[in-house]
């Protein structure tokens, strides 16, 4: 869909868009080719699009050969992407952050145009539950793309970076000014391509890193408290960790590291 399209649909249907559910509508075709492109997706994928608006990149997914399955928070859009004759898809009108049994582990594909103030948790989410996706594809806005490829030792350093980091490779594909949307956002956008190194990111990794940064500006044992001392003790040895060292200072795969050598401590210790 292009701007024209976009315009005309949107006030024939009396759309106004919500800016509690920060919808901007992407209306270049451009940049839906360029989504799609860098997907990746394969005949036969299973892909999850997140927040399909009124739909101007699930009606070019589904000329693809695959099965979508698209959630949408806003009940009216959801129930006009149902009744759209040219799109081919499962459509959930749920909040994602609430939602569950939706078949995460089936997914290939993650497709998502991400509101700043939820982007976090739902790449969270989207980490712990979507286990085997081999593709993620994010519009976000520029100014977020700190906290997504920041470094140890920096400000926006945290779990958001340090997961995207242990899942692999972090790729802007191309900026999108505010002019590719209706209506036109301040701000510029960008689309980001994920590709996985073939760590698995499960629930409980996340909730480790979270942890560690719970308490950024003490030692990072103080954040590990909630485990077995003498396991943390011992991981922090196998390491090479002094205890002065704060989260902020670790390497993405000195976290993996950590949590591998406390979760298997602990496991081993349940078979006994």
Same mark, same amino acid.
């Given at each position: 869909?292009?701007?024209? !399209?976009?315009?005309?649909?949107?006030?024939?249907?009396?759309?106004?868009?919500?800016?509690?559910?920060?919808?901007?509508?992407? &209306?270049?075709?451009?940049?839906?080719?360029?989504?799609?492109?860098?997907?990746?997706?394969?005949?036969?994928?299973?892909?999850?699009?997140?927040?399909?608006?009124?739909?101007?990149?699930?009606?070019?997914?589904?000329?693809?050969?695959?099965?979508?399955?698209?959630?949408?928070?806003?009940?009216?859009?959801?129930?006009?992407?149902?009744?759209?004759?040219?799109?081919?898809?499962?459509?959930?009108?749920?909040?994602?952050?609430?939602?569950?049994?939706?078949?995460?582990?089936?997914?290939?594909?993650?497709?998502?145009?991400?509101?700043?103030?939820?982007?976090?948790?739902?790449?969270?989410?989207?980490?712990?539950?979507?286990?085997?996706?081999?593709?993620?594809?994010?519009?976000?806005?520029?100014?977020?793309?700190?906290?997504?490829? !920041?470094?140890?030792?920096?400000?926006?350093?945290?779990?958001?970076?340090?997961? &995207?980091?242990?899942?692999?490779?972090?790729?802007?594909?191309?900026?999108?000014?505010?002019? &590719?949307?209706?209506?036109?956002?301040?701000?510029?956008?960008?689309?980001?391509?994920?590709?996985?190194?073939?760590?698995?990111?499960?629930?409980?990794?996340?909730?480790?890193?979270?942890? &560690?940064?719970?308490?950024?500006?003490?030692?990072?044992?103080?954040?590990?408290?909630?485990?077995?001392?003498?396991?943390?003790?011992?991981?922090?040895?196998?390491?090479?960790?002094?205890?002065?060292?704060?989260?902020?200072?670790?390497?993405?795969?000195?976290?993996?590291?950590?949590?591998?050598?406390?979760?298997?401590?602990?496991?081993?210790?349940?078979?006994?």
């Amino acid at each position: 869909m292009n701007r024209e !399209a976009t315009v005309t649909y949107i006030k024939q249907h009396g759309i106004l868009p919500e800016s509690k559910f920060g919808q901007n509508f992407l &209306c270049d075709e451009t940049v839906i080719a360029s989504i799609i492109e860098s997907a990746g997706i394969r005949p036969g994928d299973r892909v999850l699009e997140i927040g399909p608006g009124i739909g101007a990149l699930t009606r070019e997914l589904t000329k693809l050969e695959i099965s979508l399955v698209c959630v949408e928070i806003d009940k009216r859009l959801a129930g006009l992407l149902r009744d759209d004759q040219e799109i081919d898809a499962e459509v959930i009108d749920q909040d994602y952050l609430k939602l569950k049994d939706y078949g995460a582990e089936t997914f290939d594909v993650v497709i998502s145009n991400l509101p700043y103030y939820v982007m976090t948790d739902i790449m969270k989410k989207i980490f712990a539950e979507c286990v085997n996706a081999g593709k993620m594809v994010y519009m976000v806005e520029e100014d977020a793309l700190e906290r997504i490829t !920041a470094s140890p030792r920096t400000k926006q350093y945290g779990p958001l970076s340090v997961l &995207c980091s242990i899942y692999g490779t972090v790729s802007v594909v191309t900026k999108v000014p505010g002019t &590719c949307f209706v209506p036109a956002p301040r701000t510029t956008s960008a689309v980001i391509c994920l590709d996985p190194a073939g760590n698995k990111i499960s629930r409980e990794l996340v909730l480790f890193v979270d942890r &560690c940064f719970a308490m950024r500006r003490k030692k990072l044992k103080a954040s590990l408290k909630c485990y077995d001392t003498e396991t943390v003790d011992k991981a922090y040895e196998a390491q090479g960790f002094t205890d002065n060292v704060r989260a902020e200072e670790l390497e993405p795969e000195a976290f993996l590291r950590l949590y591998n050598d406390i979760i298997n401590a602990k496991s081993q210790r349940g078979t006994l």
